[in-house]
T-cell receptor
Framework: DGGITQSPKYLFRKEGQNVTLSCEQN?????MYWYRQDPGQGLRLIYY???????QKGDIAEGYSVSREKKESFPLTVTSAQKNPTAFYLC????????????FGPGTRLLVL | SQKIEQNSEALNIQEGKTATLTCNYT??????LQWYRQDPGRGPVFLLL?????KEKRKERLKVTFDTTLKQSLFHITASQPADSATYLC??????????FGTGTRLTVIP
């Protein structure tokens, strides 16, 4: 059963804490993406990776970090430097070689305690 | 800067009618536009892609048009059903071959 999984579904962060959101895909896609979604706003790109061991900042990368050590995995760390982390986080993947459609995971909702 | 706008935040429509959602773009000429459906608390799901040289694309009860003169895409759902109630997102590519998204239109189909 191919697809993208994100865990956990809900995540709570305390002040000053780093938290890591998991994203795994078994679609054999080259590119992976992290978006943040806030009420009334569109999806905003945080980071993306088009190939293993390489990633690029998106529009709102400050306070976040990523790694891409394996093709199927693209974890996102929300650091303590991100002052307003409460949001719905979406991971997506895409074949390369000219494909345009992105496939999304179910999302992780991050809440601050 | 490149901009994509979905002017209607919400749209209510009676079951059986055709729902029409609008996506406008400014300051660039996209090679294609995509439409996604998003249910509450879930990730978006791809529906249709239309390229700049295509006037219209259909898939079952869905139809998308692309008017490069008006800089607009229209998304139609014919014979709408309550199960069509969701938020619909328009998306377009950036120069870096990534997508950027409109804020979405929340469609409610009333039985």
């Amino acid at each position: 059963d191919g697809g993208i999984t994100q865990s956990p579904k809900y995540l709570f962060r305390k002040e000053g804490q780093n938290v890591t959101l998991s994203c795994e895909q078994n679609l054999n896609h080259d590119a992976m993406y992290w978006y943040r979604q806030d009420p009334g706003q569109g999806l905003r790109l945080i980071y993306y990776s088009q190939i293993v061991n390489d990633f690029q900042k998106g529009d709102i990368a400050e306070g976040y970090s990523v790694s891409r050590e394996k093709k199927e995995s693209f974890p996102l760390t929300v650091t303590s430097a991100q002052k307003n982390p409460t949001a719905f986080y979406l991971c997506a993947s895409k074949e390369q070689a000219g494909r345009e459609t992105q496939y999304f995971g179910p999302g992780t909702r991050l809440l601050v305690l | 800067s490149q901009k994509i706008e979905q002017n209607s935040e919400a749209l209510n429509i009676q079951e059986g009618k055709t729902a029409t959602l609008t996506c406008n773009y400014t300051n660039y000429s996209p090679a294609y536009l995509q439409w996604y459906r998003q249910d509450p608390g879930r990730g978006p799901v791809f529906l249709l892609l239309i390229r700049e040289n295509e006037k219209e694309k259909r898939k079952e009860r869905l139809k998308v048009t692309f008017d490069t003169t008006l800089k607009q895409s229209l998304f139609h759902i014919t014979a709408s059903q309550p199960a069509d109630s969701a938020t619909y997102l328009c998306a377009s590519q950036t120069g870096a071959n990534n997508l950027f998204f409109g804020t979405g239109t929340r469609l409610t189909v009333i039985p």
